[in-house]
């Protein structure tokens, strides 16, 4: 099993997903997921991240700090093409989920640097979709928390990509601190499979193939982009989601494309 693929926990604590800098072996990108019964909460104190937290599907109630959304009515699936509701919580600062209906909840976290925002309602208005590629490239983009909106270090986005399709595509990478040509960010990859029973061919390699991994994701599974290039192939008949969560030194998405493949783009 390779070490970038990290597999879901589905037993009865509703913690599927920690993912830390530790446990990745890396300095910035931490990533949770939570399944939350109906009528159940879960709350965390504030630490030194800033945190940003996408209601995956279902509703829940978020506060932290003097931010009370009330009940926020979600997506009956992440595959609704409709964008998430989201709440941004700056470092130091504790926040509680209380679920309405059965939800999942992403819980994207990068060092604080300021800790001078204030919480905010990311609502699904403020949330850009667009439509990129062409042909089998073709996905569908929704910026939760881009580079234009505040935050310290983390940019959080998901995707859609039809069945057949290509995204991450062509291959590209950030993992040079290199500006303005690039930037390094790390990455991680929460896959979603619609139907359920599929899986994404998820590649990471870099340019002297030290690293080279081609792995199977299967639904609710991470994939972990410490450096190199990374594109995620659809099969026929599935569907793919996935969500990302970048960060680094500095908080700005310069890529790369791999030479050999950069062609296409003209």
């Not at 939350?36 to 937290?53: M, P, Q, R, W, Y």
């Not at 399709?165 to 390094?184: A, F, I, M, Q």
Request: aromatic fraction near 8%; include cysteine.
């Amino acid at each position: 099993m390779s070490k970038l693929l990290v597999q879901p926990n589905l037993d009865s604590t509703g913690v599927v997903h920690n993912v830390t800098p530790a446990s990745a072996g890396w300095s910035y990108v931490g990533f949770g997921l939570h399944d939350i019964s109906a009528g159940t909460s879960i709350a965390v104190d504030g630490t030194g991240d800033e945190v940003c937290l996408v209601l995956l599907s279902g509703s829940a109630r978020i506060i932290a700090g003097d931010l009370d959304t009330g009940m926020l009515q979600g997506r009956a699936s992440v595959f609704d093409r409709v964008p998430p509701q989201a709440v941004y919580v700056p470092m130091n600062t504790g926040w509680r989920v209380e679920a309405g209906s059965d939800a999942e909840i992403a819980v994207c976290r990068a060092p604080g640097t300021g800790g001078t925002l204030p919480p905010r309602l990311i609502g699904d208005q403020n949330m850009p979709m667009e439509t990129r590629g062409t042909g089998t490239n073709v996905r569908q983009v929704c910026n939760i928390l881009p580079e234009t909106e505040p935050a310290d270090s983390l940019l959080v986005v998901e995707v859609i990509t039809p069945a057949g399709n290509w995204s991450s595509y062509p291959p590209h990478k950030h993992d040079t601190d290199n500006l303005p040509e690039e930037s390094y960010l790390e990455e991680t990859y929460y896959h979603r499979i619609n139907p359920s029973q599929g899986y994404v061919l998820h590649r990471v390699y870099d340019d002297s193939r030290d690293l080279d991994e081609t792995m199977a994701a299967e639904d609710r599974t991470v994939v972990l982009v410490p450096r190199g290039y990374h594109p995620v192939g659809a099969p026929h008949g599935y569907e793919s989601y996935y969500l990302n969560v970048m960060a680094g030194p500095k908080r700005i998405w310069k890529f790369k494309n791999d030479p050999a493949h950069e062609w296409m783009l003209s």
